[in-house]
DNA sequence: GTTAATGGATACTGCTACTATCCATCACAG
DNA sequence: CTGTGATGGATAGTAGCAGTATCCATTAAC
């Protein structure tokens, strides 16, 4: 197929699937003559999860690549594909100061791994957003909240043991790969928006007029 | 105090205190002399609250002022603040085509509201992401994920039980409107990054070298 | 009484994610 | 075999966002 035919099928713009091949997002379609190059499914469904993973997922075009990069270099370990991952969704923090409340709530996160026996990199890009954020909550006088951590923890569990015995259903290492960062990704736009309707809901009922 | 010490309680630059006062997100201090203002604790308070809902929030400037005024406008109802909030951080979709994965997609969701009872208006903004994002998990050929959502809405109504504990913790309606706000927008970062945390502990048990 | 900071206004910047334009082919209908 | 429209590739332009920078006429503080 065609560029043309690729964007009907796509809903993608012509120009932005230019854009996509310039930046390295999608692979080149085989040229047949020097101006004229065929796409395939393969294309479809890459511009596919391009545009979910960018839509729905919020991430920046540079850490599809990096995502997709990682995809398309077979042997990658699995653990490396799900860093990518974090990471395309973890906006990268310029080290807040070491306040006070800082410190304290790297204590209280700490002992949270601790007791939970997460084994966890110390510089996961996750850990600096979770402490910042508890830290954030005790500043705002929210410490309701960050005192229920090992309730919220419970109840995240529960998300990763779905997602691993979700992943287990696939058998090919490259399936099980784009499971993981899909899962990983659109899992949390999932989570997001369900949290949101529960909410909604709840909230209709407790204060209906108020 | 004045701004060079509001500056430097918060971390903000001062350039900065004076774009979030020129756009409305902070109030004005209160003018000592035609060219002297001081401000007092609110202003601090509230540049903390501006600070996280744009950096761990990730909410756009526009939206905070939304929240903001929100917040200010006294008797708004609870729900509204609530609605706020969603709007604050769901990004608005424009609303795609209706193919066939999407028409399923909304039917599975609307089984499920119908289900567990839950209360929603046809245009939540999450209602249209969650829709989306399952006729995108098909679309990906990720059924597996998709098929989960039962058990998803389980855990989710864990936080929401959570968060209406946490929030009854408080009397004064300011307070209430202010912890419903904060809970809704910096308890997704907190889930999100302790799902990443558990899922990256995870991923080192399941694959330590893959 | 000089130096530094302030409030307020206006202009500029860097980044991201596209769009638009151009052009020398090329496919294909008539 | 000729004219019309699409294509690949390159380069340039744009819109929106979130600040930064600069300027200026005061005013505070030593």
Redesign the interface.
């Known amino acids: 197929m065609r560029i043309a035919e690729l964007s009907r099928q796509s809903?993608v713009p012509v120009p932005t699937i230019k854009y996509y091949l310039r930046e390295g997002l999608l692979p080149a379609g085989e040229l047949t003559s020097p101006n004229q190059a065929s796409y395939g499914e393969t294309h479809l469904?890459r511009l596919?999860?391009i545009r979910?993973l960018i839509?729905?997922g919020?991430v920046p075009v540079a850490r599809v690549k990096d995502i997709l990069e990682g995809l398309d270099s077979d042997d990658l370990?699995?653990?490396d594909q799900?860093?990518r991952a974090?990471r395309a969704?973890?906006?990268t923090?310029p080290a807040?100061?070491n306040t006070e409340a800082r410190t304290a709530a790297a204590v209280q996160v700490g002992d949270l791994?601790t007791r939970?026996?997460?084994?966890?990199?110390p510089d996961?890009?996750?850990?600096t957003?979770?402490i910042?954020?508890?830290a954030?909550?005790r500043?705002?006088d929210?410490d309701?909240?960050a005192d229920?951590?090992d309730?919220?923890?419970?109840?995240?569990?529960?998300?990763?043991a779905?997602?691993?015995a979700?992943v287990t259903?696939?058998t090919d290492p490259d399936q099980i790969a784009e499971?993981v960062v899909?899962?990983?990704i659109?899992?949390?736009?999932?989570?997001?928006?369900?949290?949101?309707?529960?909410?909604?809901?709840?909230?209709?009922?407790?204060?209906p007029?108020?």
């Not at 996961?124 to 850990?127: D, H, I, K, N, S």
């Open positions: 809903g469904r596919r999860l979910a839509d729905l919020q370990p699995l653990h799900i860093g974090h969704i973890t906006p923090r807040s100061a791994i939970r026996g997460w084994q966890v990199e996961a890009p996750a850990l957003t979770l910042e954020t508890v954030a909550l500043t705002l929210q309701h909240l229920y951590l309730a919220y923890a419970d109840a995240v569990e529960k998300f990763t779905l997602e691993v979700s259903t696939r499971s899909i899962g990983t659109l899992g949390e736009t999932l989570i997001a928006a369900l949290r949101l309707l529960a909410q909604e809901s709840i909230s209709a009922h407790s204060w007029r108020d």
